[in-house]
């Protein structure tokens, strides 16, 4: 089975400024998905960045990007020039790559980020 | 773009009630997964369908049920409602046929109490 681990329970970051959200995984797949959701007090859950294992190119779309270390089993988020709508608890999740797509995801426990103006 | 709908948005039931929670997956996609979100917590998987057919089931209770209909949708029946069934519950979407890469997509949830 697959775990997923956020250790930071809460951050928090001055607006404009860079912060980095840590997540770790273990699975003995090959072949998986890894993403970062962001879920705001409205509790919808929105997609932040995915990365494909097989890449070894680090996603990224816009202000954020993900530092991925397979041999590591690490995939942290970093979020630049932070706004206040960045506010919202991050979920880092884990699918598996098989054949058939319809594959569950895994959620990690979150990591509470407050924006401070 | 369109996006997950799932109705009702809020729904309060009283214990031992029965409960039915719709989702209508994005146009064209064929594969609709349910998850449970407890306060303060991750969301579990619960169970998913793919082309109408169960394809994967996570910590569903057995007095929950769920099905696919021919036009996709979904429809999670939960009987016999326990205080612990207050949660919020999302339904996710995939275009499943195109591989493990497509990426599910998540509605706005349905938020049930359960008095």
């Given at each position: 089975a697959q775990t997923v681990t956020q250790s930071q329970p809460e951050m928090s970051v001055q607006e404009a400024e860079t912060v980095t959200l840590s997540c770790t995984y273990d699975t003995s797949e090959s072949n998986y998905y890894l993403f970062w959701y962001k879920q705001p007090p409205s509790r919808q859950m929105i997609l932040v960045i995915r990365q494909e294992a097989y890449k070894q190119q680090n996603a990224t779309e816009n202000r954020f990007s993900v530092n991925f270390q397979k041999a590591a089993k690490s995939f942290s988020l970093k979020i630049s020039d932070s706004q206040l709508g960045d506010t919202a608890m991050y979920f880092c999740a884990f699918m598996k790559g098989l054949s058939g797509g319809y594959q569950k995801v895994t959620f990690g426990t979150g990591t509470k980020l407050q924006v401070i103006p | 773009a369109a996006g997950v709908i799932q109705s009702p948005r809020h729904l309060i039931k009283e214990k031992r009630e029965t409960a039915t929670l719709k989702c209508y997956p994005i146009p064209r996609h064929d594969t609709v997964y349910w998850y449970q979100q407890g306060p303060g917590q991750d969301p579990q998987f619960l169970i998913s369908f793919y082309e109408k057919m169960q394809s994967d089931k996570g910590s569903i209770p057995d007095r929950f049920s769920a099905q696919q209909f021919s036009d996709y949708h979904s429809e999670l029946n939960m009987s016999?409602?326990?205080?612990?069934?207050s949660a919020l519950y999302f339904c996710a979407s995939s275009a499943a046929d195109r591989g493990p890469k497509e990426t599910q997509y998540f509605g706005p949830g349905t938020r049930l109490l359960v008095l």
């Open positions: - | 016999s409602l326990e205080l612990g069934d």
